[in-house]
């Protein structure tokens, strides 16, 4: 069992059944299982990724805090505040080696930020927003009105290139899963 810190935010490395268990039906072999966790706790010795750490590394250097929050959120499926092994590799687990379907309900249930089970034009536009790199032309030239209308207009047309009324304004997993199939989700998501 690991040690326990001051604040008792201290995960106990999984046991050897418990990583058979996560290898058995997350589609990676025992040995893989083994190595991820063992770098795990190397990286993060109270098997826990806090939301402060997280929004400190490298990667928020490049992108908005509030997209890498999100992430951290998303990434968050208890909503402890932290990110255990279990988490992590969930993602992994469908980011690496899961079907087509469960990458695209994975990217569905990340846009859908108010979980009602439809992606609708604002959460589009709150993540395209929040996705755009610090250091993006869009981010540099325009002020925050500018850019806002800038991304309604191309999910807009997006989702007109979808066959979607703009009346209705949002996407069911049904839909979202069709187009991903026809390969049109990309124009909506990386719009």
């Known amino acids: 069992?690991?040690?326990?810190?001051?604040?008792?935010?201290?995960?106990?490395?999984?046991?050897?059944?418990?990583?058979?268990?996560?290898?058995i039906h997350n589609r990676f072999t025992l040995k893989e299982v083994k190595l991820m966790h063992e770098e795990f706790f190397k990286k993060y010795p109270t098997g826990k990724l806090d939301k402060?750490?997280?929004l400190g590394g490298d990667f928020?250097?490049?992108?908005?805090?509030?997209?890498?929050?999100?992430?951290?959120?998303?990434?968050?499926?208890?909503?402890?505040?932290?990110?255990?092994?279990?988490?992590?590799f969930?993602?992994?687990?469908?980011?690496?080696?899961?079907?087509?379907?469960?990458?695209?309900?994975y990217l569905f249930d990340f846009y859908d930020l108010n979980k009602d089970g439809y992606i609708s034009e604002e959460e589009v536009v709150e993540m395209v927003d929040?996705?755009?790199?610090?250091?993006?032309?869009?981010?540099?030239?325009?002020n925050?009105?500018?850019?806002?209308?800038?991304?309604r207009?191309?999910?807009?047309?997006?989702?007109?290139k979808l066959g979607k009324?703009?009346?209705?304004?949002?996407i069911s997993f049904e839909d979202f899963l069709q187009a991903a199939s026809q390969g049109e989700f990309v124009i909506l998501f990386l719009v």
């Open 144 to 151: 925050d009105d500018t850019k806002s209308v800038d991304t």
């Open 90 to 105: 969930q993602i992994a687990s469908v980011t690496q080696r899961g079907t087509h379907e469960e990458k695209m309900r």
């Open 1 to 23: 069992m690991a040690e326990k810190t001051k604040t008792d935010k201290t995960t106990a490395k999984l046991s050897e059944d418990q990583l058979k268990e996560l290898a």
């Open 165 to 170: 009324k703009v009346d209705k304004k949002k």
């Open 153 to 160: 207009a191309s999910v807009k047309e997006a989702l007109n």
């Open 52 to 54: 402060k750490t997280y």
């Open 130 to 142: 929040a996705m755009k790199p610090k250091d993006s032309p869009d981010e540099k030239d325009n």
């Open 60 to 88: 928020t250097e490049k992108h908005k805090e509030k997209f890498c929050q999100m992430l951290f959120d998303h990434y968050d499926t208890n909503k402890d505040g932290f990110v255990d092994f279990k988490e992590l």
